[in-house]
C-alpha cells in the first residue's frame, strides 16, 4: 500500500513558477517509477511527467509535450518525495494536479493513467492570466 499526499498548488499569475511536491508512504520509495498528472475541469486525465525508479545509471525522464522545456520532474528518495517544477505558467496549465505510483511496472505506455496503480487526491492550480 502507497499513500500519496501533494501540495504547493495554489493561485498564480502567468509567467510565474510552481513547484508541486507529492510526499509517498508505505512502500520502497526508491523502487518504483512516479508520475504528475493533471486534469482540467471537463477535459480527462492527462499525463504530464514521469520520473523512473532509481538505477545504476540515475534516471530517466519523460514529459508531456505541453510542459517540455518548461516542467521537471525530480525526486529525493532519502524524503520520500517528487517534485514537478513548472515554469512560465500559462493559463491553459489550470487543473487539478495528481501525482502517482507505478508499483509494478505493468509495460503499458508510461502516460497512460492505467498504469499507475496508486494516486493522491490531487492539488489545484489556478494560473489566472
Known amino acids: 500500500q502507497v499513500q500519496l499526499v501533494e501540495s504547493g498548488g495554489g493561485l498564480v499569475q502567468a509567467g510565474d513558477s510552481l513547484r508541486l511536491s507529492c510526499a509517498a508512504s508505505?512502500?520502497?520509495?526508491?523502487?518504483?517509477?512516479m508520475g504528475w498528472f493533471r486534469q482540467a475541469p471537463g477535459k480527462e486525465r492527462e499525463f504530464v511527467a514521469r520520473?523512473?525508479?532509481?538505477?545504476?545509471?540515475?534516471?530517466?525522464?519523460y514529459y508531456a509535450d505541453s510542459v517540455k522545456g518548461r516542467g521537471t520532474i525530480s525526486r529525493d528518495n532519502a524524503k520520500n518525495t517528487v517534485y514537478l517544477q513548472v515554469n512560465s505558467l500559462k493559463p491553459e496549465d489550470t487543473a487539478v494536479y495528481y501525482c502517482?505510483?507505478?508499483?509494478?511496472?505493468?509495460?503499458?505506455?508510461?502516460?497512460?493513467?492505467?498504469?499507475?496503480?496508486?494516486w493522491g487526491q490531487g492539488t489545484q492550480v489556478t494560473v489566472s492570466s
Open positions: 520520473i523512473s525508479r532509481s538505477s545504476w545509471s540515475g534516471y530517466s525522464t
Open positions: 502517482a505510483a507505478d508499483t509494478d511496472s505493468g509495460g503499458g505506455h508510461y502516460s497512460d493513467p492505467r498504469e499507475y496503480d496508486y
Open positions: 508505505g512502500h520502497t520509495f526508491s523502487s518504483y517509477a
